[in-house]
């Protein structure tokens, strides 16, 4: 079966822009989590969708958003750009169960640069 | 709340010689913990978890991990090195406790380099 999908691959921004990173789920996932990962601060979560629903977030300023739609795919934006965000941004997705040991499935990623 | 500490960031072994990444965990709730591995350019590939059924996982590549509750620990292991194993390798946790979240939470990663 096809794996997560995420689109743009590489995508160079302005300082300031903003940039919307879009997420393709396995088919029959409803949930979907996005991370950031940098060399200096690692993987961090940003967050989790399930149902059209935000679940849970993480530490990142209001900068960052996203949303789920009614086929699970899901998108995150980011505003105003600043230096700072480039990063790989990575999306699982996962069948929702409630308990912790469902497994994610991740796609490649959207490896933003802003110069 | 849960988080997991991974001791050394790089690693370098030779072909065919043991693997061990260290892995050590911290958590309010029995653990769900996962081994991921990531190639250049790439996302993250499931190589195992542990979900309490046994305490010897197996996965895939021919990695293996112990969970260790005693130790808090749950260790990466491989018996003989091959260079396609060359990759920076993640343990996680989950930080479900009790809630409705597929969140992890992961160590800063191993880097494993391989030497012929």
């Known amino acids: 079966k096809a794996g997560v999908t995420q689109t743009p691959r590489y995508l160079i921004k302005t300082r300031g822009q903003q940039v919307t990173l879009s997420c393709s789920p396995i088919?029959?996932?409803?949930?979907v989590s996005w991370y950031q990962q940098t060399p200096g601060q690692g993987l961090q979560f940003l967050f989790e969708y399930f149902s059209e629903t935000q679940r849970n977030k993480g530490n990142f300023p209001g900068r960052f958003s996203g949303r789920q739609f009614s086929n699970s795919r899901s998108e995150m934006n980011v505003s105003t750009l600043e230096l700072g965000d480039s990063a790989l941004y990575l999306c699982?997705?996962?069948?929702?169960?409630?308990?912790?040991?469902?497994?994610?499935?991740f796609g490649q990623g959207t490896r933003l640069t802003v110069v | 709340a849960q988080s997991v500490t991974q001791l050394g960031s790089h690693v370098s072994v030779s072909e065919g010689a043991l693997v061990l990444l260290r892995c050590n965990y911290s958590s309010s709730v029995p653990p769900y913990l996962f081994w991921y591995v990531q190639y250049p350019n790439q996302g993250l590939q499931l190589l195992l978890k542990?979900?309490?059924?046994?305490?010897l996982v197996k996965g895939i590549n021919g990695f293996e991990a112990e969970f260790k509750k005693s130790e808090t620990s749950f260790h990466l292991t491989k018996p003989s090195a091959h260079m396609s194993d060359a990759a920076e390798y993640f343990c996680?946790?989950?930080?479900?406790?009790?809630?409705?979240?597929?969140?992890?939470?992961f160590g800063t990663g191993t880097l494993l380099a391989v030497q012929p």
């Open positions: 088919s029959g996932h409803r949930s």
């Open positions: 996680a946790v989950s930080a479900w406790d009790g809630g409705a979240t597929n969140k992890l939470i």
């Open positions: 699982a997705s996962s069948l929702f169960t409630g308990v912790g040991n469902t497994e994610a499935f």
């Open positions: 542990y979900t309490s059924a046994a305490t």
